[in-house]
């Protein structure tokens, strides 16, 4: 009887290790997004069928699809559909936000996709296939879909707005760009420390 205990918790033990709920409560914690931005980010994700998650391999934040839902089919009815009510849930998830905290957090947002892009590109010019592919193929289609129906719902709310988007999205890119460059260099100065 105690063995079978002992198995079971070990058991137990080896599938908690693998849980993403384990690095939630016990694991490394990412600090791109604030409580308050987590709390948004968490009633949006759950109105799109979505969540979120941190790789801390890659030390890469980022959303995913509970659903398959991929531009390239627009002409798929279902999807069209299931587009529209994800448009809609998104519009009730937002109520009671004003229009520059959710400007502001599209904003994060579209920056997280600026993030997964670079280091998309940086592992394919590594030639680090491994990498490369499941941000490519697993990670970024989520967030480019999310961020799209993010700025959807945003343009639709503040038509000045989206006069200036596109500008405003190349400033963005830059601040990605930049925040990356200085977060290598600090890395680089802590290994320099550390040896």
């Given amino acids: 009887m105690k063995l079978i205990r002992t198995a079971i918790l070990i058991l137990l033990a080896c599938l908690l290790a693998n849980c993403s709920t384990y690095y939630r409560m016990f694991g490394e914690k990412s600090t791109y997004f604030t409580d308050e931005e987590k709390a948004l980010l968490g009633r949006i994700s759950q109105s799109l069928d979505y969540d979120y998650g941190f790789d801390v391999d890659l ?6 699809s509970y659903t398959y839902l991929e531009k390239e089919i627009p002409e ?20 009671g936000y004003s229009r520059d905290s959710v400007k502001a957090f599209y904003e994060k947002i579209y920056k997280l996709r600026c993030i997964n892009t670079h280091w998309m590109n940086y592992y394919k010019e590594k030639k680090d296939w491994k990498n490369y592919t499941y941000l490519e193929k697993y990670i970024l ?5 999310f961020t799209d129906l993010l700025e959807k719902n945003v343009i639709q709310a503040d038509k000045a707005y989206a006069a200036g988007i596109e500008q405003r999205k190349k400033e963005i890119e830059k601040q990605a760009e930049a925040e990356i460059e200085e977060n290598k260099r600090n890395q680089l100065l802590e290994n320099d420390y550390d040896a």
């Fill in 59 to 64: 030390k890469v934040d980022y959303v995913f």
């Fill in 76 to 95: 798929n009815e279902k999807l069209k559909k299931e587009t529209v009510a994800k448009d809609k849930n998104l519009n009730n998830a937002l109520k």
């Fill in 141 to 145: 289609p989520s967030v480019v879909t």
